[in-house]
C-alpha cells in the first residue's frame, strides 16, 4: 500500500513514511497504528480493535495507545493533541481523517515540479498544477494553525511559473506585505503570509550556480 497525504507518503511494501520529501522515523507500532489507520479509512477504530491489533495477547494500559498516537501526530508534523491526520473519537477510539490517494512517491495530482515553500523547518514540495494551502488535513500544505483557513489559498504551478490566489480566507493571503485579490506571480524568495503563518518562496534554477556566502553573510544566515 502506497499513499500520499499532505506532504506526508506512506509505503507499507517499504516500511517508509516520508513528510516533505524526507524520511521521518517512528517505532514499529506507530507505523502498525497509521496503517491500521489508513486501511480503514474513513472507518473508526475503537480502542480494543487498536489495541488488540498492535499488541496481540498482551495487556496494555490505555496510555500506551494515546502515547502512541502523540509519536504519530508529531511525526506526521501535527502541533499537540488537536485532531489532523488522526482524528480522535471520544469514547471511542480513532480514525484517519482527510483524503490519501494511491500513487508513485514522486508524483501527486501531476509531476513533482521545482516550485517549494519553507515554513520554519519544514519544506512542501509542490506539484504541476493546483496545491491548495490550508488547515484542511488533505490540503496538499496542510498548515495546522487556527489563524488559517480550511482552504485558504492556493498556487497553480505550470512549468517554471506559479501563481498565488487567495480562497476567500477569513484573515487574508499577502504576498509581500499586500494583501492578495487576484492572481499574483511568485518569484523565488517570495515571502507569502496566511494567517498568522509565514512562508517563503523556492524556485529551483538549474542555471544557476550555488553562491558562495561572504564571511559577514555567513554569519547572518547562521
Known sequence: ????????????????????????????????????????????????????????????????????VA??????????????????????????????????????NGSMSGVALVADERTFALTNGENVLGRDPSAEVFLDDTAVSRRHARITVSGSHATLEDLGSKNGTFLGGKSVTAPALLRDADAILLGSVLLTVRLADPRRSTRTLRGSESKRAR
Open 71 to 108: 509519536e504519530l501526530r508529531r511525526a506526521l508534523g501535527e502541533s499537540g493533541s488537536r485532531d489532523g491526520f488522526v482524528r480522535t473519537v471520544h469514547g471511542f477510539g480513532y480514525a484517519f481523517s482527510g483524503e490519501a490517494l494511491p500513487e508513485d512517491p514522486k508524483v501527486r
Open 1 to 68: 500500500m502506497r499513499l500520499a497525504f499532505g506532504e506526508c507518503g506512506f509505503d507499507s511494501d517499504t516500511r517508509e513514511l516520508t513528510r516533505g520529501g524526507r524520511a521521518v522515523h517512528v517505532s514499529p507500532k506507530a507505523f502498525r497504528l497509521l496503517e491500521l489507520l489508513l486501511k480503514s479509512r474513513p472507518r473508526a477504530l475503537s480502542k480494543s480493535d487498536l489495541k488488540d491489533a498492535i499488541w496481540p495477547d498482551t495487556f496494555v494500559v490505555e496510555t500506551n495507545l494515546a502515547n502512541l
